[in-house]
């Protein structure tokens, strides 16, 4: 196990290089990040050589990277053009990310499995074929279009909640936003419990169960939903680092100041230095939740050993 | 009497239409005796096993006659919740694929112990030394240390031998095990087969041993029920149906069992398919495949006759059963 996990960690080297390098290149090719920062005027060609020089972006591009990753491997993400350090902004940016994530998993967990649970075990009937056509709706439509109809409905018509997130972003406001960012993940989470479990329920072992004279609970409890729920915890675990990504949109329409708000504010203003901070971040977030994931996966099938 | 199955009859509903796979089964088993039931895939066999022990899956399945005697009282008459208290305490069923049939991610101990604690509310410490002794009468070395281990770490008879410890935990008086040797080696079948014979002697279970091997049949059974198409078709005393079958199928099984003094000569096989449960053929549902057959197998259902010049209780479903029986 132990040796496993340090082969994993080091197989995270390459993937991290590769995948900050491509997000460096491609920031890269977007443009020139100093025309934007003269406002309306085009910049004095002087005050431009001085800021490129000053943020080095006369060096080639691989010497750029370089500089870069050096830089981040201390701690040191840069300083986005406004003065601020990169640091500074995820200081508050991931928090409330985090906060919105947890939210979201939550709810994934809590209502994807359940209704999952309901409708596998009563495949077929009415309340299996509703839940079904509505995560089919929850899933078809993009997230922009539930999140703008769920903030119009309960934000403006209704007046449940506020329309917009505060600043310092209490989970009481984020409940709304998080069910939002849950809503396709949680449809999937409940397909996939359904599928898991109507499957597992014809298996050899839960008539083995019904055969030894279990109640009907513990069979489901102990003896389905724990082989079922195998697939289930695995796409969760690979979701939690999608979800960190994936709230771009979410944040924008709750007007969450959180992660995909300063990317998205990080890309409208060719902030090179913000943008490849963040996406280096959540490169590694994503590795390590895939880490985990797998070392659960273990944990939960012992048929699994890992050498 | 331990166990009287009454004309049970099972019907499985399809999208290809309604198969009859049990039609009017009788079968009687006493304590201390072992009833082999005998048929090839789709005989019904084993759904009149899941029928008794009440494992069958309804829907589709669904009992539509019958009764299921079980020292006297009709299990299906009983409510769920009663019928459950009966499953592995006083009836236990071992299944043929002891790999699938045991939770991959639940150790041997929590399953074995699982029948205490639900059943006879021990503590699970209590349970687990249960467990151990139980891993130790079924002859698995080191029980000790093994019942923490989970299934896939076991061989093939070491994990049938933990099913045989399961059915065997709470010692009900009657075991069905379906086909419980088939996934196993031919060395290691005839070990699970002494131990169940030596478990059933000393308990004084009742035993169905459902299977399609004649071999395995010969050595540990008492009567011989044979089953075509839903039906039993022959039932006798285990030696005299080896000696003299009286039916034309279990003639035809009895033939196609490879034997050493014939050696070099074709096989003997019977021929055409099992019949279709959705169609089932009219008259006597092996009509179609029997060599002696005559215009009334087409259009009359033979019953049970009693063979009579035979030990009592010999039966057969054929109109011409004397003359299989002499010819």
């Known amino acids: 196990m132990g040796r496993y996990v340090v082969r994993r960690l080091l197989q995270m080297i390459p993937v991290f290089v590769g995948a900050t390098l491509l997000i460096f290149l491609m920031v890269h090719v977007m443009g020139d990040p100093i025309a934007g920062l003269c406002g309306e005027r085009e910049c004095d060609p002087a005050t431009a050589a001085r800021l490129r020089g000053e943020f080095g972006l006369d060096q080639p591009v691989w010497r750029q990277y370089l500089t870069y990753m050096g830089n981040v491997l201390t701690g040191d993400f840069g300083t986005a053009f406004n003065g601020q350090p990169v640091t500074e902004l995820m200081g508050t940016a991931f928090p409330v990310t985090i906060r919105l994530t947890l939210v979201a998993i939550v709810l994934e967990i809590v209502i994807g499995i359940t209704l999952g649970v309901v409708t596998g075990l009563r495949r077929g009937r009415p309340v299996d074929t509703s839940v079904l056509l509505l995560t089919l709706v929850v899933i078809s439509v993009p997230t922009f279009v539930t999140g703008l109809l769920i903030q119009l409905l309960l934000g403006v018509t209704w007046g449940w909640i506020k329309p917009s997130v505060s600043a310092e972003a209490p989970l009481g406001e984020l409940i709304v936003p998080g069910l939002v960012l849950a809503s396709v993940s949680l449809a999937y989470v409940t397909r996939l419990t359904r599928t898991s479990l109507a499957e597992n329920r014809r298996s050899d072992y839960v008539r083995t169960a019904i055969a030894k004279g279990l109640p009907r609970r513990r069979v489901v409890t102990r003896h389905l939903l724990r082989n079922s729920l195998i697939p289930v915890v695995t796409f969760i675990g690979t979701d939690i680092g999608a979800l960190m990504g994936g709230a771009i949109v979410t944040e924008r329409i709750f007007n969450i100041h959180g992660v995909g708000y300063q990317l998205y504010q990080g890309i409208l203003r060719q902030n090179t230095q913000t943008v490849v901070g963040f996406v280096t971040v959540l490169v590694l977030v994503f590795l390590v939740a895939n880490l985990l994931v797998d070392l659960l996966y273990a944990v939960l099938d012992p048929r699994i050993r890992y050498a | ?327």
């Open chain 2, 1 to 327: 009497m331990l166990l009287d199955v009454r004309d049970l009859h099972v019907e499985f509903h399809t999208r290809e239409g309604v198969a009859k796979a049990v039609n009017g089964v009788n079968y009687r088993v006493d304590a201390g005796e072992t009833l082999a039931v005998l048929g090839e895939s789709g005989s019904g066999k084993s759904v009149t096993a899941q029928a008794v022990m009440g494992i069958l899956d309804m829907p589709p399945g669904r009992i539509t006659r019958g009764q299921v005697l079980f020292e006297g009282r009709d299990l299906l008459k009983l409510k769920e919740d009663e019928r459950r208290r009966v499953r592995g305490a006083e009836m236990a069923m071992i299944f043929q694929d002891a790999l699938s049939s045991l939770n991959p991610v639940l150790t041997v101990g929590d399953q074995l112990a699982e029948m205490f604690t639900v059943h006879r509310g021990m503590s699970r410490k209590d349970a687990r030394a249960r467990a151990v002794e139980l891993m130790d009468r079924v002859r698995i070395p080191a029980a000790g240390q093994r019942v923490k281990q989970y299934p896939h770490q076991f061989s093939g008879g070491m994990r049938q031998r933990i099913m045989i410890a399961m059915a065997m935990a709470l010692e009900p008086k009657l075991i069905i095990a379906d086909e419980p040797t088939t996934a196993l080696d031919v060395t290691v079948q005839a070990q699970v087969m002494d131990l169940l014979a030596e478990l059933q002697r000393e308990y004084r279970m009742g035993l169905i041993l459902i299977t399609h091997d004649l071999g395995v049949v010969a050595d540990v059974a008492d009567r011989i029920a044979v089953m075509y198409a839903g039906r039993i078709v022959e039932t006798a005393p285990v030696h005299d149906l080896y000696k003299a079958p009286a039916h034309p199928y279990t003639r035809g099984l009895l033939d196609s069992v490879p034997r050493l003094d014939h050696k070099g000569r074709e096989l003997y096989a019977i021929k055409g398919l099992p019949p279709s449960l959705l169609h089932i053929p009219s008259g006597c549902p092996f009509h179609p495949r029997c060599p002696m057959v005559r215009d009334v197998c087409r259009t009359d259902v033979p019953p049970l006759y009693e063979v009579t010049g035979a030990p009592a209780g010999r039966g057969s479903a054929c109109h011409f059963w004397r003359e299989c029986l002499h010819g």
